[in-house]
């Protein structure tokens, strides 16, 4: 039984005329402890999947399920506790006027954890912030360690299913390439599920098992890392998209 | 290290160590931005100046403000014993500035408690919840805003009766649909944000998603709205207690004083002129402060 089941999901935003289909019947499979990726250019509904899988994106159609359990349209408060997201861009997913502490101390609360202290603790270790970090401001940190709280926070109530919505991309290099490590650790440690979204297929190449390919809201190729790396594409959007990424 | 750290470093640190001294700190680093700006603390001067007189008018006041002396009327500034002169029943007017600082205080006061407050509350809400309650609350904040001001409020004196609780009120009643409007705009912008989602993939539900993640955020332009409008509270207060419809005589609230002394502004100037420049400052500091904590507080600008 696989961890995620997306099975002919249809996204769409605004109503009649107006009505812009962002995802047209995208159907993958992701198995526990894999990671896998959805790469596409810019609006090719990449990020709509996230959204659509944690209820943000309040207009789909078609079949969700976590472990076999279809997804109700009202998530429940134990789906949230199962699958976490991290957002793209680090300086707008932290609240300005909430410290570190609250941040992490908020979401633990919410989720019924008791130790909250101790935990908050952990949570900062783990993902490589010390203690000097835990009052600080989201404006007193450098994009970087924003993005460690996020992934702290997302961590916080002990999800199986990561969602990762281009965490790297508002980094700058360097920062890039110690964020990805952290996420492998990270899923290695705890046997994470990842669900990634990426423009950028070198990160993808690094980070994935298998990736899915889309454009224009479809789906056009799913096809295993190995493959990426051999540059081996059936499709001709895939190859034009290789050529491009050389 | 606690030996050689100054409280200076011990408020400016960039790793606090609790709770507490996070917010000490950050509120330090606020204080340092206003302190630098020479016409908002010349605003907070004046304010904490008449914070003080109002508190101490007894010890301060020459005169009983309410004791009249008929063959000492309409005296001139600078007359022994009425550094500002006397009004039209002789009553000291130094006295009765400095008494009606404490009415003037009370009426900006009550206003500030209820009117931005009402609005945050109608504002958050109908920009969170958005669809029909966006569209009923807002029409409501719309006739509200579509009568002139004064004139609601006199009509308000008129049916609740006259008096400065009534005015307060009639005050209030007019003054919170700005606030609502604004809470509302700055809502619609912070709900679609990622920290809001963030927070909402928690589970958390709209109530606290709108007190605890909005009005945070709110808050700070509505405080340096609120002292920009102060101002006008205070005009407002005056202009119905010019009209007769606020504070009642003999009690000395600026606007009613300033209504007394109009019979004879040509001749006795000075007994119109003086509260009228009382209001002016106490305004003009406000407006002072405002701006310098427009800088303080705006998160756009903090970024």
């Known amino acids: 039984m696989s961890m995620l089941d997306v099975d002919g999901l249809n996204v769409w935003f605004g109503k009649h005329l107006e009505r812009v289909d962002a995802v047209k019947g995208a159907t993958f499979q992701v198995a526990r402890g894999e990671s896998f990726g959805l790469v596409g250019e810019s609006g090719s509904g990449k990020s709509t999947i996230l959204r659509a899988i944690t209820g943000l994106a309040p207009d789909w159609s078609g079949t969700l399920s976590i472990e076999g359990q279809p997804i109700a349209k009202k998530r429940p408060k134990t789906f949230f506790k199962q699958v976490q997201m991290v957002f793209q861009d680090p300086y707008a997913s932290l609240h300005p006027r909430h410290s570190v502490d609250q941040v992490l101390g908020e979401t633990l609360h919410l989720h019924g954890f008791q130790d ?23 404006h007193q940190l450098s994009g970087g360690q924003r993005q460690r709280v996020a992934i702290a926070r997302a961590l916080a109530p002990e999800p199986e299913l990561l969602l990762l919505d281009e965490p790297t991309s ?51 190729e799913i096809m295993s890392v190995d493959a990426l790396r051999a540059m081996n594409a059936t499709h001709p959007y895939t190859q034009q998209l290789f050529k491009a990424s050389l | 290290m606690s030996d050689t750290q100054t409280l200076r470093e011990w408020l400016l640190t960039e790793t606090p160590t609790s709770r507490r001294h996070a917010k000490i700190s ?12 020479t016409m908002a603390m010349i605003g907070l001067g004046i304010l904490v100046l008449m914070l003080f007189v ?55 006061a009550l206003v500030a408690l209820i009117a ?26 719309d006739i509200f805003l579509a009568f002139p001001r004064l004139i609601l409020a006199l009509a308000f004196v008129a049916a609740l009766g006259a008096g400065i609780e009534n005015a307060v009120l009639a005050i209030s009643l007019t003054a919170w649909p700005p606030y609502a409007r604004i809470s509302r705009a700055e809502t619609l912008t912070i709900r679609s944000s990622d920290y809001i989602s963030a927070i909402q993939l928690q589970g958390a539900g709209a109530f606290r998603i709108i007190t605890k993640h909005i009005w945070p955020l709110c808050i700070s332009s509505l405080i340096v709205r609120v002292t920009l409008d102060m101002a006008g509270i205070i005009l407002a207060a005056a202009g119905l207690g010019f009209l007769g419809l606020g504070a009642q005589p003999p009690s000395p609230e600026w606007g009613a004083m300033i209504s007394e002394g109009r019979r004879f502004i040509l001749d006795y100037w000075w007994v119109a002129t003086v509260p009228g420049l009382a209001i002016f400052t106490v305004s003009l500091a406000f407006n002072l402060l405002g701006d310098g904590l427009r800088d303080v507080l705006d998160p756009k600008a903090g970024e």
């Open chain 2, 26 to 37: 950050a509120f330090y680093q606020g204080w340092l931005t206003l302190r630098s700006n």
């Open chain 1, 170 to 220: 508002a980094l700058d290099v360097s920062v890039q390439a110690e964020i990805l490590n952290l996420l492998t650790d990270l899923r290695a440690d705890r046997g994470l599920t990842y669900l990634m979204v990426s423009h950028d297929l070198s990160v993808v190449a690094h980070m994935c098992d298998r990736l899915a390919v889309m454009k224009s809201g479809d789906i056009v």
């Open chain 2, 116 to 141: 931005p407050i009402a609005g945050l509350l109608v504002g958050t809400v109908s920009g969170y919840v958005g669809g029909w309650t966006d569209a009923v609350l807002m029409r409501i904040t």
């Open chain 1, 116 to 138: 909250i202290d101790t935990r908050v603790v952990k949570l900062l270790d783990d993902v490589g912030l010390g203690q000097k970090f835990r009052f600080r401001y989201p």
């Open chain 2, 54 to 108: 109002a508190a101490a008018a007894p010890l301060l006041a020459p005169h009983d403000p309410f004791v009249q002396d008929l063959g000492n009327r309409l005296a001139p500034l600078g007359t022994e014993g009425h550094v500002f002169g006397t009004d039209s029943l002789g009553r000291d007017i130094l006295s009765r500035l400095i008494y009606g600082s404490r009415i003037t205080l009370y009426i900006v």
